[in-house]
């Protein structure tokens, strides 16, 4: 019976991370899906940096960042008690950073395809921002936040460069599916490794096919 441990530990990370990405990614896309501007094009270029970023200078980055030299490394190790480099917080931010921009563009693709009529509608009926939001938006844009949150998982569960240099390789701790293939391959355990790859493309065959299911059988969104 195989150690099913990186399964687990993988598992664990891409919940937590897609659960943060998600609630961030809702709020920021309605912050920006009725902003048009320079600068939001600006901001939205930064949010996607990540996914033309080669992940091993983005881990650099974050392993900068988030050292213990840092002010923000300081930060959450002493006051908010979560060390960030080689442990699973590390691996967590990670995959926050990497899977954040597929959460995004789903998201405010979603919200930007309403039809704005329908929306000044509403508040001529008087209704509240908060209403609209959470009464027309989010119901209306069910298909491309779930896909937003699958696509993000899958993300997430697939990273590798960014959480290698930011949480390291520590077995029973941040060994992710993706890093314990790498070392069981650098080790000449190919017949295990075999096992893990068949687990992460039948993973992912499960999430195109969700996703292929989901945007035949969801309604459109209104327009």
């Known amino acids: ?3 099913l441990t990186p399964f687990w530990i993988s598992i664990e990370v891409a919940a937590i991370s897609t659960i943060i990405v998600t609630i961030i990614g809702i709020v920021i896309c309605r912050l920006l899906y009725k902003k048009r501007g320079h600068f939001t094009k600006l901001l939205e270029s930064f ?4 996914i033309v970023l080669p992940p091993t200078v983005l881990g650099f980055i974050l392993l ?3 050292s213990p030299r840092s ?5 959450f190790t002493n006051v908010l008690h979560l060390p960030v480099v080689f ?4 691996a967590v931010i990670a995959s926050v950073i990497v899977s954040f921009p597929l959460m995004y563009q789903h998201t405010i693709q979603g919200f930007r395809s309403i039809n704005p009529k329908m929306l000044n509608t509403a508040r001529t009926m008087g209704a509240s921002e908060n209403k609209i939001f959470f009464r027309l938006i989010l119901p209306l844009s069910k298909r491309s936040i779930i896909a937003g949150v699958m696509m993000s998982f899958a993300r997430a569960i697939g990273e590798f460069g960014a959480t290698l240099m930011v949480a390291g390789y520590i ?3 941040t060994n992710t599916l993706p890093l314990e293939i790498y070392f069981l ?3 000449g355990r190919e017949n295990q490794a075999w096992l893990w790859v068949l687990v992460l493309v039948a993973f992912s065959i499960t999430v195109i096919g969700i996703l292929n299911f989901a945007s035949r059988d969801l309604p459109e969104e209104v327009e």
Do not use: K, R
């Open 1 to 3: 019976m195989p150690d």
């Open 87 to 90: 442990t699973m917080t590390g």
């Open 47 to 50: 949010i996607l940096l990540p």
């Open 185 to 187: 391959v650098e080790q």
């Open 171 to 173: 077995p029973n701790h």
């Open 71 to 75: 002010a923000v490394g300081q930060f």
């Open 64 to 66: 900068i960042i988030f």
